[in-house]
């Protein structure tokens, strides 16, 4: 090998190692680059390429139990500032037309820029177009992201229900609270390619993915029944002068609420507007005579007595322990029945002494009261009752006729849902079903018993004992007739604890109904309670009528006829009433008469009995000429038509202004209509003075019974 | 006598041609593909907004739709109207 030879391939032995080593250079390079820069380096790179999109979660409507929307989310822009940037690169004479596009002053304006922060919200769900003519200034570092707003389209409509969801997004009452987590959906963050002059290149499929929606919401709650219920209920609020109100609409076999409102007197008056409070279900109240409904089952499943039992009333006036027990009127001997038709304090108060404070105590609990119902709503309250060990004898006795107890709402309408429905307390609940945007039904809220509290065969005897209050001659809650239908119910009036003195306000009243209809098959748990009425405004006044009303508007947005036959019920004082041809027969019952003395031997079974009525059997029918009613109270006109056999046709409140046929005349077969409204001072100048004092039972009485019950802490009716 | 060896043949330059034009095609058929591609892109983008902005005019026009059936403003155009619920014995229940 010669030496030229060599000395070329030791030349390129060195080359091919020089390249070797180039190589492992560049592999470990490589490596490095790889496998320890490589995702700083992927970073900068998406930097430049890519960006990154936040899509706003979209909240779930919420819609009643027909499809019609009560909450709905529609997209909007918000406008934002960086206020250095902007504050180094623009004049104030500069910004102020930025501050005109988003509605806020120019002072405004600046204030926000001189805040230290880095970033401000200059206006957040404003109109597209405000948020164009804001980004259109060409102010540098003034942005406009897009957002969902939250639009409630019905206005205030199941307000405290539906509740209330915050700028970002967030629940912050009722179901937007309770089901937040749910409704609320979740944001979605998207990997953007974009070009060099910044536009979205989509290369691949999950570019294409949407935020996620927040699930479909779907109450019991029905729109219409909620609208009536509102708009009566506010009526009321207004006229009586009530600082607010609230009704609860039932449906006694499946605990749905069908309606839930609250008005605030203020708000009824155009003044504020609250969707953060929910009276209805946080707000406890002494129940007054309500309690007398659930004190009547729970004695007579408890066998504390018999619903036949005589008890002696006092006459109106009862010293027990140290206290004295009033009742609005005059009361001898009365059954269960009697006493909770008339509403007698005293009557109630034996009863509870009879069943003793700790069976009182398990039969209250067993109703749900002292206890929250488990509505699905948020910041419910569980009301107040204090364990039975500690009630004295007056306390035991006051429980009886519903003072020293405080229930809320939505507990009494389901204690009397469970009188309605034959025993059974059911659980209440606002949200039917939740659905995520494909449909799919992702929750879905069945009837829940809770417990039996009563038999069945208690729950009727109580229900056909409600009945009376309403139609029952001396019933407190006439205007609580629903014409076609038998309503059970209770009026309920109690004076408000003044926090202050620990006592009651002498003329500041909770006024209540509680009630349900069709007796015969219950469809419709109905609460009415107006909070803070001045004396005067009794339950069967004020609240009574508003559950008319609303039970009316429910009846018919449910399609529930009346019963082809009318009840046929064990009660002494059902009398025609609101006309029909049909009401001029009373039934064989009708004219029962209470006859017996005021203090019977014990068990005297002879305190009613079936014959003619004082007034004579109809007399003015077999005369065909109609009495004159003028000047009568209603109760009084009630009981001169029941006495005579006649059908009456009333309208209005009050006393008897008009009436057709007028006195004397010939009675034809339609009922005659009586004209009622409010006496003026003068009395009306077809009825005598005398006649007026002779007549004062009913509504003479409920009035000026009223001023007893305010004058007197312990007056309950 | 030495022999001439025959010199070999040139080798044909047949096939690099057609790797090259091969390559080649290949490469403009990627390129033109990658094109296509980002032209879907700015499509599926434009059609993206596209659908963005409808669903939102679907939904404000679900929500005015929603106002413009809400109970109050019902009950106050039927107050407008003269209209309300039927007074008792207006509504007859057929058996």
Known sequence: MNEPFKKRRARIGMLTLALAGLFVLAAIRLAIVALIDGPRLASIARTEHTETITLAPVRGPIVDRNGEPLALSAQARSVFARPRRLLESSTAAERAPLAAAVGITPGELEARLARPAPFVWLGRHLAPEQAHAAEDLGLESVGAVSEYKRFYPES??????????????????????????????????LQIYHDALGHQILDSPLALKNAEPGARLELTIDASIQSAAENYLAGEVVQSGARRGAAVVLDPFTGEVLALANVDGAAARGVTDDRLHDTAVQDAFEPGSTMKGLLGAIAIQDHAIAPDRQIFCENGEWHLAGR??????????????????????????KIALALGADRFYDGLTAFGLGRRTGIDLPGEASGLLRAPDKWRTIELADHGFGQGVAVTPMQLAVAY?????????????????????????????????????????????????????VNGPDGTGHLARVADFTVAGKTGTAQMVNPATGGYFQTRLVASFVGFVPADDPRLVILVV???????????????????????????????????????????????????????????????????????GEGSPAEYSVGPSSGGAAPDMATG????????????????????????????????????????????????????????????????????????????????????????????? | MTRRARP????????????????????????????????????????????????????????????????????????????????????????
């Open chain 1, 324 to 349: 004295t027990i009033h009742d609005d009127d005059r009361h001898g001997w009365l059954d269960l029945g009697g006493i909770i038709e008339v509403s007698s304090n005293i009557g109630a108060a």
């Open chain 1, 417 to 469: 849902a469970a009188i309605a429905n034959g025993g059974v307390v059911m659980r209440p609940y606002v949200v039917r079903a939740a659905y995520d945007a494909g449909g799919h039904e992702l929750l879905r809220h069945t009837p829940q018993v809770l417990r039996r509290v009563v038999a069945p065969d208690v729950a009727h005897q109580i229900n056909l004992l409600l009945r009376n209050v």
């Open chain 1, 156 to 189: 205030n409509l199941a307000g405290s229900v539906v509740g209330l969801a915050g700028t970002d997004g967030q629940g912050l009452s009722g179901v937007e609270l309770q089901y937040d987590r749910m409704v609320r959906g979740a944001p979605v963050e």
């Open chain 2, 8 to 95: 070999a043949a040139p080798p044909s330059k047949i096939i690099p041609a057609m790797l090259a034009i091969a390559i080649v095609a290949a490469g403009f058929a990627i390129l033109m593909v990658r094109l296509e591609v980002t032209q879907e892109g700015y499509r599926l983008s434009a059609l993206k907004i596209e659908i963005r902005n409808l669903d939102n005019s679907n939904q404000r026009l679900k929500l005015a739709a929603a106002e413009l059936e809400s109970h109050q403003r019902l009950r106050a155009l039927a107050a407008k109207y003269g209209l309300g619920p039927p007074a008792p014995g207006h509504v007859v229940v057929m058996p």
């Open chain 1, 625 to 717: 000429r109609a009495p004159d009613f003028r000047g009568e109270s209603l109760r009084s006109a009630f009981a001169i038509a029941r006495g005579r056999g006649l059908a009456i046709d009333v309208s209005g409140d009050g006393y008897v202004v008009g009436q057709k046929p007028p006195p004397g005349a010939p009675i034809t077969s339609a009922p005659i209509a009586l004209t009622l409204a409010d006496l003026p001072a003068t009395g009306m100048p077809s009825a005598s003075a005398e006649r007026r004092s002779r007549h004062r039972s009913a509504a003479h009485l409920w009035r000026a019974s009223a001023a007893r019950a305010v004058a007197h802490p312990r007056r309950r009716r």
């Open chain 1, 530 to 600: 107006l909070y803070d009425v001045s004396h005067g405004h009794f339950g069967g006044l004020f609240a009574a009528p508003v559950f008319s009303q609303i039970a009316s508007a429910a009846l018919a947005r449910l399609d529930i006829a009346p019963a082809e036959a009318p009840a046929s019920y064990d009660t002494a004082s059902m009398i025609p009433f609101g006309g029909g041809s049909g009401g001029s027969a009373p039934d064989a019952v009708d004219g029962v008469e209470r006859r017996g003395s005021d203090e019977p």
